[in-house]
């Protein structure tokens, strides 16, 4: 593995402190985040307030994090919004209009069960990373970021369609919105899951990039009862082309049973998309027809719907882990300590499979069943990463696939990227 390319983790004062986490870590051209509450840093507390108020200082904390390395909010590129109660989305769009008032970055917003601290409000963002963290790098300077939008998938003032920056492109989570009518879809869960798809594809088919270049999806659903119908219509899009049935190629993926979605959708589909052809300045020879490295690891769990690890360029991305032992295939019958060990070792395994290790990690999501176990889940957390580096995301879900404790998914650095075709 080339030890050219360095993650760097940093901190500011001007935003709350995180012991088991970095502010930001930037690898290649992206600064990832962790996920910002409502906490006012000269107190330490939740602000006073509604949603409004919180948003604003998930915005504000964001603000001064990205500030804090030299860049702005015109450098996010993906923002995700979590919110307790779905209706709350007007009061926080008081908030972000303020703050994106031009452009405006693709975007994911769900409500979820629980939040950290009781906040109604938690935010994170994607950011680009123009200078890259490769030194000497001929690509390495300001790149530029390219927003598409087509009348072929649902428009918004609020976000763009497809914001892609380097060799990524970050999709607006889909809604099962019929864009000639504006209107969600009539018909039940697979009507509505088909339909989402479908705009993720009509998006890149106006950017000229094929369905199979998708990296990473995350499925997310108000009743994960309703999986299976997701998983019957997701197998027919999954693969697309006679190249990618011909190896069985599946991105990454990870699903998320949430309290709610916007317009009250059965299902939303959020995707990360490969950009093999970058974006300038980048040199054509530096960045043309890279290729998409899909893995699985025998000693980790295999799921017949994703690739554990699906690396493009310089990131890795893995699907979501629970914690199933895979010698046995079930569950660990513990407590959720011991469930968030299993899911991080089955992670540790998938990343160690290809070669790179756990201080590769850019970013770390946490799903929990109960948010009280948040205490137990970092126990074992920080046995895995003892620096406390990787940004990170905790929320509470009201269930998850097995009926297990704790889920966790990650993005890896992938120092030596994906090599060109020949």
């Not at 050219?4 to 930001?24: F, I, K």
């Not at 693709?106 to 906040?119: E, M, Q, S």
Request: overall charge negative; proline content about 7%.
């Amino acid at each position: 593995m080339s030890g050219d390319n360095a993650v760097l983790a940093r901190n500011t004062d001007a935003a709350p402190a995180c012991p088991l986490c970095s502010h930001t870590v930037a690898f290649s051209h992206y600064n990832n985040l962790s996920a910002q509450l409502p906490i006012d840093p000269a107190t330490g507390q939740i602000v006073p307030g509604g949603a409004r108020e919180q948003a604003a200082q998930c915005l504000a904390n964001l603000k001064a994090v990205i500030e804090s390395i030299g860049h702005g909010l015109g450098d996010v590129v993906r923002l995700t919004v979590f919110v307790k109660d779905i209706m709350d989305m007007d009061a926080v769009d008081e908030a972000y209009r303020e703050l994106f008032a031009s452009y405006v970055p693709a975007r994911t917003t769900v409500a979820v069960a629980d939040l950290p601290l009781g906040a109604l409000v938690q935010m994170e963002a994607l950011v680009s990373n123009g200078e890259g963290t490769i030194p000497g790098a001929p690509q390495a300077g300001d790149l530029v970021k390219y927003v598409n939008n087509t009348p072929n998938a649902p428009l918004s003032a609020l976000f763009s369609q497809s914001v892609a920056f380097s060799h990524y492109n970050n999709i607006t989570a889909q809604l099962p919105i019929d864009p000639a009518t504006g209107q969600i879809v009539p018909g039940g869960i697979e009507e509505q899951t088909a339909q989402c798809l479908r705009n993720i594809k009509a998006i890149l088919t106006s950017i000229d990039v094929p369905f199979d270049d998708i990296v990473k999806t995350t499925v997310f659903v108000r009743d994960l009862n309703d999986m299976d119908a997701v998983n019957g219509v997701y197998k027919r899009f999954f693969p697309d082309s006679g190249i990618a049935r011909a190896v069985g190629y599946l991105p990454a993926r990870t699903v998320v049973q949430v309290a709610d979605l916007p317009l009250h959708a059965l299902v939303q589909v959020e995707a990360v998309v490969s950009h093999g052809d970058g974006t300038p300045p980048q040199a054509v020879e530096d960045r043309h027809g890279l290729i998409i490295e899909a893995s699985n690891a025998a000693d980790a769990p295999v799921c017949p719907l994703s690739s554990q690890s699906v690396a493009f360029s310089h990131y890795n991305n893995i699907t979501a882990q629970l914690p199933i032992d895979p010698k046995a295939g079930k569950i660990v019958a513990d407590g959720a300590r011991e469930q968030a060990e299993q899911c991080l070792s089955n992670i540790k395994a998938i990343i160690e499979s290809v070669g790179h290790s756990l201080a590769d990690a850019v970013k770390v999501n946490i799903y929990l069943r109960d948010l009280a176990d948040l205490d137990a889940v970092d126990e074992a957390y920080r046995a895995f990463f003892p620096e406390g580096t990787p940004a990170r995301r905790a929320v509470g879900v009201s269930a998850l696939p097995l009926d297990a404790k704790v889920q966790i998914d990650a993005i890896f650095g992938n120092a030596e990227g994906t090599p060109p075709v020949a």
